[in-house]
């Protein structure tokens, strides 16, 4: 897969050692309390409360453990393909965050390690691939 253009480029970036464009780094954030969050806020620590300066950017790993998954059948947007699988994934680098599961991704139990990947979700009006964040079964 060539490089393409990225839906959410503020909650993500493709990695740099990933020629293909299809690894992703999530851009989140690090309290001075040690805490880590996503996406990048500067509205103050979950854990201590911190804000301004005690929070930086950083760069997270898209690899985690599944917690819980969910297909949605009907969706309130009638423009929004169904179904589609919801997944909650632990982070390695500790936060909790709720995403897609890949359309080819097998059906996937809690417990089972994921990783995030770009994958291509459509086309810009220049006819560049358009990528978004899924989840798939890490292997």
Same mark, same amino acid.
């Given at each position: 897969?060539? *490089?393409?253009? $990225? @839906?959410? *480029?503020?909650?993500?970036?493709a990695?740099?050692?990933d #020629?293909?464009?299809?690894? /992703?780094?999530?851009?989140?954030?690090?309290?001075?309390?040690?805490?880590?969050?996503? %996406?990048?806020? =500067?509205?103050?620590?979950e854990?201590?409360?911190? &804000?301004?300066?005690? $929070?930086?950017?950083? +760069?997270?790993?898209?690899?985690? =453990?599944? @917690?819980? +998954?969910?297909? /949605? &059948? $009907? &969706?309130?947007?009638?423009?929004? %393909?169904?179904?589609?699988?919801?997944?909650?994934?632990? $982070? !390695? !680098?500790?936060?909790?965050?709720? =995403?897609? @599961?890949? +359309?080819?991704?097998?059906p996937?139990? *809690?417990?089972? #390690?994921?990783?995030?990947?770009?994958? *291509?979700?459509?086309?810009? +009006?220049?006819?560049e691939? /358009? @990528?978004?964040?899924?989840?798939?079964?890490?292997s």
């Open positions: 897969m060539q *490089p393409g253009e $990225l @839906l959410k *480029p503020g909650l993500y970036s990695a740099p050692n #020629r293909a464009g299809a690894t /992703v780094r999530l851009k989140g954030g690090r309290c001075r309390c040690g805490y880590f969050f996503f %996406p990048m806020q =500067t509205y103050g620590c854990r201590c409360g911190s &804000h301004g300066d005690a $929070l930086t950017p950083c +760069e997270l790993s898209a690899d985690g =453990t599944l @917690l819980a +998954e969910a297909t /949605v &059948h $009907l &969706h309130a947007d009638k423009n929004r %393909p169904t179904p589609f699988t919801i997944v909650k994934v632990a $982070l !390695d !680098d500790g936060p909790v965050i709720r =995403t897609l @599961l890949a +359309e080819d991704s097998a996937v139990a *809690p417990g089972r #390690r994921v990783t995030g990947r770009l994958a *291509p979700v459509g086309q810009s +009006e220049s006819g691939t /358009v @990528l978004d964040l899924r989840f798939s079964i890490a």
